[in-house]
């Protein structure tokens, strides 16, 4: 049973190509940095794999209802330029599920 009121929730794994590493960081890094901004933005978490330095997550929490709410306000210019970039940038296709928040502590 999922929480009420819980925010929508994604982890995204990217696997980026070594080579092209500082250009896929610096890419993200602009795109978190526009997320931010938009109304429906809760936050977003960076990580690296420990044991792959190729390997990242994104973390994201968003208010809104469903993914085809998420997915209907996200038809943005910085996304659309940041998703071009990513058959240059990445091992293979961007790997996304969607997480059912149950219980939150701390």
Not at 46 to 65: C, G, I, K, Q, T
Not at 75 to 83: N, V
Not at 99 to 106: F, H, K, S, V
Request: hydrophobic share 45%; aromatic share 10%.
């Amino acid at each position: 049973m999922s929480l009420p009121d819980a925010p929508l929730v994604f982890l995204v794994r990217l696997q980026v190509k070594p080579e092209r590493l500082q250009d896929w960081l610096d890419a993200v890094h602009a795109l978190i940095d526009r997320m931010a901004g938009e109304p429906a933005f809760i936050r977003c978490e960076l990580l690296r794999d420990a044991h792959d330095p190729s390997v990242f997550m994104l973390y994201e929490h968003w208010n809104e209802a469903s993914v085809e709410d998420f997915l209907a306000h996200q038809s943005t210019d910085y996304r659309a330029a940041y998703d071009a970039l990513l058959p240059e940038l990445l091992q293979g296709p961007r790997q996304p599920q969607v997480l059912e928040p149950l219980q939150y502590w701390g």
